[in-house]
């Protein structure tokens, strides 16, 4: 039995209705594609999720196939970089951030076990820390929100020397000519991991050329463009002193966080 979509009789047979003589087939395909239609519609949840880590996993290769690029040849490929590598740019810019506090929390470990092993021949079995949120989550916020500054100052320095050049330019350039700098950060946490006290010297040497090598390598890389507006040395110098306020500003901030996070851990083991 078939029901007319038209008069809702009730059909044995036919293509057409007995009573009101209208088409039985039509109803019957569109039923039947909108059932193909249905049924090839993706799931949503979990394939959605799979669709999002493929993404994730794509969107990683290509950053390291970037950042290998770059290392390679860090002036080279950075001069020519643009806009389309704005979101490496802040890519590099948070694992800059992230791996120096990241260091210290592996050092305050170190430390920490050999500070416990020794309290406990006098004092027992010390079950003591590092807090993770004040050491790694805080300082990163902190070092993110500075890396910026310091790009910022970089952008304004760009703009006085009479650049054509947009914020998403000097960004995505910043970020390129920081990658070398972010290398040997990540060569120093690893070290930091091991347990090998170099790594001091050697996140000290990223984190100075961080600061004294790309803000000037930027504004060079812009600079040739043009002769006009503030010379490269003095825009360089600009980007300098707004870069050591930052510091001096950020560096009471970090110092708190620490001072904290030292007296409550010494706290801990004592008291």
Do not use: W
């Amino acid at each position: 039995m078939t029901a007319c979509t038209n008069c809702q009789h009730q059909n044995e047979d036919g293509k057409f209705c007995e009573k009101c003589g209208n088409s039985l087939t039509t109803s019957t395909e569109s039923i039947r594609e909108v059932s193909a239609t249905t049924e090839a519609q993706p799931v949503s949840g979990g394939g959605q999720g799979s669709q999002y880590l493929e993404e994730a996993k794509k969107m990683s290769k290509m950053y390291f196939t970037y950042f290998l690029e770059v290392l390679k040849k860090p002036y080279a490929s950075s001069v020519n970089v643009g806009e389309e590598h704005f979101l490496n740019g802040i890519i590099t810019m948070v694992l800059y951030s992230l791996f120096i506090p990241l260091m210290l929390f592996f050092a305050l470990k170190g430390v920490l076990a050999e500070m416990s092993g020794f309290a406990s021949e006098f004092l027992g079995e010390q079950d003591i820390s590092v807090p993770f949120s004040d050491v790694v989550l805080m300082p990163t916020l902190a070092y993110v929100i500075f890396i910026l500054l310091v790009a910022c100052f970089t952008f304004a320095s760009v703009k006085l020397g009479r650049v054509d050049a947009n914020f998403k330019e000097v960004i995505s350039r910043f970020g390129s000519f920081l990658i070398p700098s972010v290398a040997i950060l990540a060569i120093a946490l690893i070290l930091s991991i091991l347990k090998v006290k170099l790594f001091i010297f050697i996140a000290f040497i990223g984190f100075l050329t961080s600061i004294f090598l790309v803000p000037p390598l930027v504004i060079a890389s812009f600079k040739k463009q043009t002769k006009d507006g503030v010379d490269v040395i003095y825009g360089s110098f600009i980007t300098y002193v707004l870069t050591f306020v930052a510091i001096a500003i950020m560096g009471d901030m970090l110092f708190e966080s620490l001072k904290g996070v030292f007296s409550e851990l010494m706290g801990g083991m004592f008291y």
